[in-house]
């Protein structure tokens, strides 16, 4: 299994990006699907979730900025952010927890980041 993120990039205060990744391989199901961030000297946090069934858990710092988003037929998972802020920058990292495939059981993988860099 691979997640793909894209979508990072350099952004003014204000302004908004949207985050996209997808899952290949023989995948049947991804229970959970998440973006975490990481900025440069911290840990590294969730940002938001969402489960198959659609519910959605987001950090306090980004409710009401951030919205993610899942399309099951691609695999995929988006994050639409608005609002954005100096201290959103970090390295966004894509998550696929409970990962179902004909050889695969209940796996989490993690893509590799991409870089959101808000700065005027």
């Known amino acids: 299994v691979q997640l793909q993120a894209s979508g990072g990039g350099l952004v003014q205060p204000g302004g908004s990006l949207r985050l996209s990744c997808a899952a290949s391989g023989s995948i049947f199901r991804i229970d959970v699907m998440g973006w975490y961030r990481q900025a440069p000297g911290k840990q590294r946090e969730l940002v938001a979730t969402?489960?198959?069934?659609?519910?959605?858990n987001y950090a306090d710092s980004v409710k009401g900025r951030f919205t993610i988003s899942r399309d099951n037929a691609k695999k995929s998972v988006y994050l639409q952010m608005n609002s954005l802020k100096p201290e959103d920058t970090a390295v966004y990292y894509c998550?696929?927890?409970?990962?179902?495939?004909?050889?695969?059981?209940?796996?989490?993988?993690w893509g590799k980041g991409t870089l959101v860099t808000v700065s005027s």
């Open positions: 969402i489960i198959n069934g659609g519910s959605t």
């Open positions: 998550k696929a927890e409970r990962v179902w495939g004909a050889t695969i059981y209940g796996m989490d993988y």
